[in-house]
């Protein structure tokens, strides 16, 4: 148990916990702009092939 307590002790002194949630809230953000650039093209393209398609029945 002791050296668990040394380990923690020893993560939250040195720089790399800091640098993981960095990191961490990076990457979160980077995933949530993908996805609604993803959705955006999603639904620009839905309408494009809508609209094709309308035109086409007609």
Do not use: H, W
Request: proline share 2%; with cysteine; net charge positive.
């Amino acid at each position: 148990m002791k050296s668990l307590a040394l380990k923690v002790q020893r993560f939250l002194v040195s720089e790399d916990g800091p640098t993981a949630v960095e990191y961490a809230v990076m990457l979160a953000l980077i995933v949530i702009v993908c996805l609604t650039a993803i959705q955006a093209i999603g639904t620009n393209a839905n309408t494009t092939f809508t609209n094709v398609a309308a035109k086409l029945g007609s």
